[in-house]
């Protein structure tokens, strides 16, 4: 079987092709044209610049991702349909709409959190073997707008049990690396900047707040983290703002914040729900502390929980795992005219 996956959600335009048979599945292509540069001089997404890079870049990365098998038939088309940027995703749904009429191919609309989600499973065996041993588990989604956690109590069947009701851990990031002048993207500038600072205390600023960290739910809120560096930031003087080690040790204890917060309710939802392992997925999830110290807890409280996180080059948004979803989803064919984009898409 011959998959060709399609994501065009925010400004990366991505398409993939995956080659599934029975015993193993092989990466032909795996295309990212990315739009990073274009977006960072206005310090987050113009979503109609993204549309119009979106609609010049599909026919030149498609055709780039098609290389390695040209004159092989294509069995299935998977187009990301949301959450996304609305303008985004009409590009790339048009474009996967186009390929399926023309080349007589069945299209198959994806949830692009739950393909963060089954990314994971690429190099499983057999397969993409989705076993029992596996559930329940726990699922935490990091991904652009998206703080999210699921319950997947069996094979591919989903529950919300908390997500964000402000700010998202990636948007939170993006605002604090903008204030302290850190550029965009905003998580891996925090990072690089975070990794500067030897020292493990601080001379500069105090303990940021962790925000619902000990409410009773699995809710997140990051919007007063980002006000309290605000705050913090405002009080300082144009010599302190500037300074290589206030930068540093704000860029630590913003990044500190986010993982204690994910972390804590990830294992605590683990621990109620009885689950048998923890899937990481999203773009935060390729934050190198975060992984670090999750596996680190997990090891502290000797628990026997199987702890899935993506390959780093696979946390953020790419077709591979567009094209994996449209494996686990190949029988919810929908005529073609009837396939839309839905920004607001949830599981």
Same mark, same amino acid.
């Given at each position: 079987?011959?998959? +060709?996956?399609?994501?065009?959600?925010?400004?990366?335009?991505?398409?993939?092709?995956?080659?599934?048979?029975?015993?193993? @599945?092989?990466?032909?292509?795996?295309?990212?044209? @990315?739009? /990073?540069?274009?977006?960072?001089?206005?310090?987050?997404?113009?979503? +109609?610049?993204?549309?119009?890079?979106?609609?010049?870049?599909?026919?030149?990365?498609?055709?780039?991702? *098609?290389?390695?098998?040209?004159?092989?038939?294509?069995?299935?088309?998977?187009?990301?349909?949301?959450?996304? *940027?609305? !303008?985004? *995703?009409?590009?790339? /749904?048009?474009?996967?709409?186009?390929?399926? %009429?023309? &080349?007589?191919?069945?299209?198959?609309?994806?949830?692009?959190?739950?393909?963060?989600?089954?990314?994971?499973? *690429?190099?499983?065996?057999?397969?993409?073997?989705?076993?029992?041993?596996? &559930?329940?588990?726990?699922?935490?989604?990091?991904?652009?707008?998206?703080?999210?956690? &699921?319950?997947?109590?069996?094979?591919?069947?989903?529950?919300?049990?908390?997500?964000?009701?402000?700010?998202?851990?990636? %948007?939170?990031?993006?605002?604090?690396?903008?204030?302290?002048?850190?550029?965009?993207?905003?998580?891996?500038?925090?990072?690089?900047?975070? $990794?500067?600072?030897?020292?493990?205390?601080?001379?500069?600023?105090?303990?940021? !707040?962790?925000?619902?960290?000990?409410?009773?739910?699995?809710?997140?809120?990051? @919007?007063?983290?980002?006000?309290?560096?605000?705050?913090? &930031?405002?009080?300082?003087?144009?010599? %302190?703002?500037?300074?290589?080690?206030?930068?540093? %040790?704000?860029?630590?204890?913003?990044?500190?914040?986010?993982?204690?917060?994910?972390?804590?309710?990830?294992?605590?939802?683990?621990?109620?729900?009885?689950?048998?392992?923890?899937?990481?997925?999203?773009?935060?999830?390729?934050? =190198?502390?975060? #992984? #670090?110290?999750?596996?680190?807890?997990?090891? $502290?409280?000797?628990?026997?929980?199987?702890?899935? /996180? !993506?390959?780093?080059?696979?946390?953020?948004?790419?077709?591979?795992?567009?094209?994996?979803?449209?494996?686990?989803?190949? =029988?919810?064919?929908?005529?073609? $005219?009837?396939? =839309?984009?839905?920004?607001?898409?949830?599981?």
């Amino acid at each position: 079987m011959l998959i +060709l996956g399609i994501d065009t959600s925010c400004d990366d335009t991505c398409i993939s092709l995956l080659g599934i048979t029975s015993c193993k @599945s092989r990466v032909l292509s795996n295309v990212i044209s @990315s739009q /990073v540069k274009l977006h960072a001089k206005y310090g987050g997404i113009y979503p +109609l610049l993204a549309k119009r890079e979106h609609k010049k870049n599909l026919p030149v990365v498609f055709k780039k991702a *098609l290389r390695k098998v040209h004159g092989k038939k294509i069995d299935l088309i998977g187009i990301t349909i949301g959450p996304g *940027l609305e !303008p985004c *995703l009409w590009e790339g /749904v048009n474009f996967a709409k186009n390929l399926a %009429e023309k &080349f007589k191919i069945a299209l198959i609309p994806i949830n692009h959190l739950e393909a963060h989600i089954l990314i994971n499973f *690429l190099d499983k065996s057999p397969i993409l073997n989705l076993n029992s041993q596996l &559930f329940p588990a726990v699922c935490l989604v990091v991904s652009g707008g998206h703080t999210i956690l &699921f319950l997947m109590e069996k094979n591919r069947k989903y529950k919300i049990i908390g997500q964000t009701r402000d700010d998202a851990a990636g %948007e939170c990031f993006d605002k604090v690396a903008r204030l302290l002048g850190l550029g965009y993207p905003g998580g891996p500038a925090i990072a690089a900047e975070a $990794a500067k600072l030897k020292t493990k205390n601080y001379r500069l600023i105090t303990k940021l !707040p962790r925000p619902m960290i000990y409410h009773k739910n699995y809710d997140f809120s990051f @919007s007063g983290l980002k006000t309290a560096v605000l705050y913090d &930031f405002k009080s300082r003087s144009q010599k %302190e703002r500037k300074s290589k080690e206030y930068t540093r %040790e704000m860029a630590k204890e913003v990044q500190q914040s986010v993982v204690d917060v994910l972390i804590f309710k990830t294992l605590k939802a683990a621990r109620e729900f009885r689950a048998k392992s923890i899937i990481l997925g999203g773009g935060v999830a390729a934050n =190198e502390e975060l #992984r #670090r110290q999750f596996n680190y807890e997990l090891k $502290a409280v000797n628990q026997k929980i199987n702890f899935l /996180v !993506p390959p780093l080059q696979l946390c953020t948004d790419n077709a591979l795992m567009i094209a994996i979803a449209t494996y686990f989803n190949r =029988e919810k064919t929908e005529k073609i $005219a009837k396939i =839309e984009s839905k920004a607001n898409l949830n599981i």
